[in-house]
């Protein structure tokens, strides 16, 4: 009789050797032992579709909860020769706990899971990072997304249905963006605008997302979003004045430079933006009042200087096609006209100077100021210019 016991015992357990779910127990017990690869092995050859039985497997939640113990592991290991056995551990392990998640309709693995999980998002954020150090900005895209994605689950929401990683969206953004995944980078930041993360610096990425993408009408629409929640923010008009400059939309430009100078009136940068907006319209003497303002705010601001004395220059050289027009038999009426000419340039050289004070080596600086002396008869001045210029 116990002979009969015995033998009805061993078949049993061969029997449940042989059994497909033995495999599973089976890989998970060698996964534990440090067997990695035999595990790995073992695992595939369980819910390998050719093999008899297999349905038992592949419907099995359990099967792909091990599943993604072992591709963890993987992923974990420091050992070479294990880590070759898959290119992304992490998205297998991700993919079969959501196979697990799926197949598990009664919610039995729930508890099992959610740590799984919480562990795998901390294994998918040293991924992400280390990928984006080494500016494999792809991959960390694709790792910050699974972590969205886990996030996302009913069994990891309902503890807290509400929160938003925006840690993790922001980094996603970034390495969208650095990606040249322009789109996804676009989507990413509207998220977080729509939870206020980075206020106002949020819309400005947008509308350079959208720039890089070349869509300057999705760009000035994020920048105008922004503006009317932001209205005192001066990096969203900034922005705004800076792509309507670049649209060549002067009236626009315009509109929201006044906002912009109301707001931060000794800005240097915009009476100079605004300076250069009058001077292509011909309001020459608001471009002088805006050019002077850009000065008295910053008293080295090269470029405000620079623009004053090439504009009175310029007037200097107009009054000058305006004498040559006088006929010569009107030598006296002629004279009086080239006279006009040189109060323009009288006006210009201190600017002049004054730029060359601030970079002595500014090529344009000193031909402009060659001629100035030349024409305003300063030969001494003029000579030194010729020496500095090694003509």
Not at 1 to 24: D, E, H, Q, Y
Not at 28 to 44: R, V, W, Y
Not at 163 to 172: N, Q
Request: charged fraction near 25%.
């Amino acid at each position: 009789m116990r002979k009969i016991i015995f033998l009805l015992n061993l078949v049993l357990i061969i029997f449940a050797g042989c059994s497909p779910r033995a495999k599973v127990t089976s890989s998970q017990t060698l996964k534990d032992s440090g067997k990695l690869e035999q595990a790995f092995n073992t695992i595939n050859e369980a819910i390998d579709p050719g093999n008899e039985n297999a349905d038992k497997v592949l419907n099995w939640p359990r099967t792909w909860e091990i599943r993604g113990e072992i591709f963890q592991a993987i992923f974990q290991s420091e050992d070479e020769k294990i880590q070759k056995l898959s290119d992304e551990p992490l998205t297998e392990a991700f993919n079969s706990y959501k196979k697990a998640l799926e197949l598990d309709d009664k919610g039995r693995s729930n508890n099992s899971l959610k740590v799984k999980l919480t562990l795998l998002t901390n294994d998918l954020t040293n991924q992400a990072v280390k990928a984006f150090n080494d500016a494999n900005y792809a991959k960390a895209l694709t790792s910050f997304e699974q972590i969205l994605d886990i996030q996302s689950l009913d069994i990891v929401k309902e503890d807290n249905p509400n929160a938003i990683d925006t840690v993790i969206l922001y980094h996603a953004e970034l390495a969208a963006y650095n990606a040249e995944n322009y789109a996804k980078a676009i989507n990413y930041y509207k998220e977080s605008a729509k939870y206020e993360y980075g206020g106002a610096k949020t819309y400005g990425l947008i509308a350079t997302a959208y720039q890089m993408n070349k869509d300057t009408v999705g760009a000035l629409g994020a920048l105008q979003e922004g503006f009317e929640k932001y209205p005192n923010d001066n990096v969203i008009l900034t922005s705004m004045i800076q792509l309507y400059l670049d649209l060549k939309k002067t009236e626009d430009a315009m509109k929201y430079l006044d906002m912009a100078i109301k707001q931060d009136p000794d800005n240097a940068t915009f009476h100079f933006a605004q300076g250069t907006l009058y001077e292509k319209i011909d309001q020459m003497d608001n471009a002088v009042t805006s050019y002077t303002k850009a000065i008295n705010s910053d008293k080295e601001f090269f470029n405000a200087y620079y623009n004053l004395g090439a504009l009175y220059y310029n007037e200097g050289v107009k009054q000058i096609d305006v004498a040559n027009t006088i006929p010569t038999s009107d030598n006296t009426r002629y004279q009086a006209e080239l006279a006009k000419a040189d109060e323009w340039f009288k006006k210009s050289l201190p600017y002049m100077e004054k730029c060359h004070e601030l970079d002595a080596t500014d090529k344009m600086t000193m031909e402009s100021l060659k001629n100035l002396y030349y024409r305003l008869k300063d030969m001494d001045n003029y000579n030194k210019m010729l020496e500095k210029l090694d003509q």
